[in-house]
């Protein structure tokens, strides 16, 4: 048990669809961030949030869009997406993104595998 | 550009070492983590490094050279359960991560 939650943990959802994936942290964190995981790749950094406030976008499409109501919920809302959006979305909390002692060790929920048909 | 590499697969026998290599080119550097992913489940911390040389956790072992721009992470007595991903990745200068695309672990009988 990481201390870092998503649901669904399983989607399936069509084109013209909208859903939102849930992610809360449970560490007392301040900073929260959500990667795409796409098999064979490297995690690819989509958004940070650090005390509630977007400090990263990764040149995401707008169709994510990303909401952070408190440094322990975060959100992602998806709307009209492609096939090619497929892929494990994780959700990780960190201290902050400051650095800190230890580099800031980001601690990971288990992810949400999304199919778009 | 900011790269990270690491072997796809490996594939080690139960009860045996294995090394996994990772090396790294960054803007800066602030740390180099391992972390460890089984099918379907979150990466979890293994590792981190900012200093050079050896840290030991149990049978995990990590290395790590800033002059060369390299780590490895050791794995010994290997377990059935130790059949898993290993993410390599490096904090840069702006203390933004940079993955490795994991390296996949079979470990046989």
């Known amino acids: 048990e990481t201390g870092v939650t998503q649901t669904p943990r399983h989607l399936v959802m069509g084109m013209t669809n909208k859903k939102s994936l849930k992610c809360e942290q449970h560490?007392?964190?301040?900073?929260m961030y959500w990667y795409k995981q796409s098999a064979k790749k490297p995690l690819e950094l989509m958004f940070v949030?650090?005390?509630?406030?977007?400090?990263e976008n990764n040149s995401v499409p707008s169709r994510f869009s990303p909401e952070c109501p408190n440094s322990s919920h975060l959100f992602l809302h998806l709307h009209t997406l492609q096939p090619e959006d497929s892929a494990l979305y994780l959700c990780?909390?960190?201290?902050?993104?400051?650095?800190?002692?230890?580099?800031?060790?980001?601690?990971f929920g288990p992810g949400t595998r999304l199919t778009v048909l | 550009g900011q790269n990270i590499d690491q072997p796809t697969e490996m594939t080690a026998t139960e009860g045996a070492i294995v090394q996994i290599n990772c090396t790294y080119q960054?803007?800066?550097?602030?740390?180099l983590f391992w972390y460890q992913q089984h099918a379907g489940e979150a990466p979890t911390f293994l590792s981190y490094?900012?200093l050079d040389g050896l840290e030991e956790k149990g049978r995990f072992s990590s290395f790590l050279s800033r002059s060369k721009g390299y780590s490895y992470l050791l794995l010994k007595e290997l377990q059935m359960k130790d059949s898993a991903s290993y993410l390599c990745?490096?904090?840069?200068?702006?203390?933004?991560?940079?993955w490795g695309a994991g390296t996949k672990l079979i470990i046989k009988p």
């Open positions: 990780a909390s960190s201290q902050d993104t400051s650095g800190g002692a230890r580099g800031d060790t980001q601690y």
């Open positions: 990745a490096a904090l840069d200068s702006n203390y933004q991560l940079i």
């Open positions: 949030y650090n005390f509630k406030e977007q400090t």
């Open positions: 560490l007392g964190h301040n900073a």
């Open positions: 490094n900012v």
């Open positions: 960054t803007s800066g550097f602030n740390g």
